[in-house]
């Protein structure tokens, strides 16, 4: 449906209105209930009541255009109409972006793949509003065919996005909120990604779990557990001449590390 429960409307903005964003994203904006509420807090609210004063930026890209309706096209400052999974890679930074109710109707790598890039494009937090666990089936409705819900979640699918996150509880399910600060101690993101590169690599997603302690390299790339866990991912997938790279940097970050000497040479010999 274009429009979601409201049982965290209210915990959402106490979170918007302290990023206090010059500049946001609502993909999936739907009937356009989180343009509304980011206009009449962010600028309304601030006497800025008047379209020709509004000063914060409010973009939306929504999937199935017979949603967008006068009144979106009044409040965002543009609404395109595309599918996020086409869009994201090539999406300019905003302080703020909001996924609301959105990956649930990915498939789940799909989703995955659209979460982290969400991440990396918000500046200053990535807001995600999403059903949790089992119970909420849904069909395709309205003419959508993007309505279908195609994958299940859990709290742990976050753990690589440090977040303040509240979870409601619905007759139908849970239902969660996750506020996911960039500014989160590097500690936390990195205990994020290695809880969630280890989960990946248990159940056989080994290119996921490569992608999650890439993050970790980057994070530290003089890290020799890092190190040495993404190039064994990699040798598992046969790319052989990455794990190769990723030691090259290692001993160029951290010289006394010989067992990466020697792990190195024994490559290079192949």
Partial sequence: MPVSTSVHISH???????????SVLDVGSGFGIWGFLCRMHLDVANGRVQPQTWQVRIDGIE?????????????Y?????GDIRELAEDLEPYDLIIAGDVIEHLDKAEGEAVLDLLYAKARTALIVNIPLGMGWDHPEAHGNPQELHRSVWEIDDFAPYPSARSVFELPCGRYGVFTCLKSAPVKARVEG??????RREQIGQIDLACLYALRLHELDPGDADAAFFYADLLLQSKKTDQAVGVLRTLVESNPAC???VTMLDRLERL
Avoid at 63 to 75: G, K, M, S, T, V
Avoid at 77 to 81: E, M, V
């Fill in 193 to 198: 990604l290695w809880t969630a590169a280890h």
């Fill in 63 to 75: 999937y199935f255009e017979p949603y967008i309706q006068a009144h979106q096209r009044a409040l």
């Fill in 77 to 81: 400052s543009s609404l395109r109409i």
């Fill in 258 to 260: 010989p067992e990466a």
């Fill in 12 to 22: 959402c903005i106490q979170h918007i209105i302290a990023i206090n964003p010059s």
